[in-house]
């Protein structure tokens, strides 16, 4: 077992462009969450999916962010246009069963660098 | 506003110390209470959880201790070693029989480290 496969790893990007982050969840995994990690406001859930069918999105911080689950082995979280207060660490983590107490899965996340 | 708050921000011990990491929250319809533990450029993985049920639970050198009257609960690292040396968050959630879906709201972290 791979685990979550999170790319890229690092993306250094400039202001305004788009930026597309990657994930591949653990295979028979069928809840997908992605998580923003930053020193001031510490891991913060974006948004998830239940099934491929994004379940709550009440997180994504504005309308530049998007995610999309097409299909049960991939998700990208997209920003457009990318800011530099949207540098932080991008985590994605999967989990057997929805409501699963066994806890999920992280990836080990993209580190954003918008200059 | 905060769902959890941690303390300390950090924390340095010496090897075979026992570090104790707390946290606190409000909203009693929590009754899930899961610790995660991260290691430099890893996400977080889960390390030990206990429900409002008990008291106490152990996993080995870790242990929670959990006092409902006063919503709080701690992690204690027995015997703790340099390779415990990591970011430590405490979290909360709802079990389904609470309505919600085990989906931890994350306290800020403590930075641990166990010098040799």
């Known amino acids: 077992d791979a685990g979550v496969i999170q790319s890229p790893r690092h993306e250094v990007t400039e202001m305004g462009q788009e930026v597309t982050l990657r994930c591949k969840p653990i295979?028979?995994?069928?809840?997908l969450f992605w998580y923003r990690q930053t020193m001031m406001r510490g891991l913060e859930l974006l948004i998830y999916?239940?099934?491929?069918?994004?379940?709550?999105d009440s997180g994504m911080p504005e309308d530049r962010f998007s995610a999309k689950m097409p299909n049960a082995s991939f998700s990208t979280l997209k920003i457009q246009p990318s800011e530099p207060r949207d540098s932080a660490v991008y985590f994605c983590?999967?989990?057997?069963?929805?409501?699963?107490?066994?806890?999920?899965?992280f990836g080990s996340g993209t580190r954003l660098t918008v200059v | 506003q905060q769902q959890v708050k941690q303390s300390p921000q950090s924390l340095i011990v010496q090897k075979g110390g026992i570090p104790i990491i707390n946290c606190a929250y409000e909203?009693?319809?929590?009754?899930?209470f899961p610790w995660y533990q991260q290691f430099p450029g890893k996400g977080p993985a889960l390390l030990i959880a206990?429900?409002?049920?008990?008291s106490e639970k152990k996993e080995g050198r870790f242990t929670i201790s959990f006092n409902k009257s006063a919503k709080q609960f701690s992690l204690h690292i027995m015997d703790s070693q340099p390779g415990d040396s990591a970011t430590y968050f405490c979290?909360?959630?709802?079990?389904?029989?609470?309505?919600?879906?085990?989906?931890?709201?994350f306290g800020r972290g403590t930075s641990l480290i166990v010098h040799p």
């Open positions: 983590a999967s989990s057997l069963n929805f409501g699963d107490s066994y806890g999920y899965t």
């Open positions: 295979s028979g995994h069928n809840s």
């Open positions: 999916f239940n099934n491929n069918v994004p379940i709550d």
């Open positions: 909203n009693t319809a929590f009754d899930y």
């Open positions: 206990i429900r409002p049920d008990v």
């Open positions: 979290a909360v959630a709802t079990s389904p029989l609470g309505g919600g879906s085990y989906i931890p709201t």
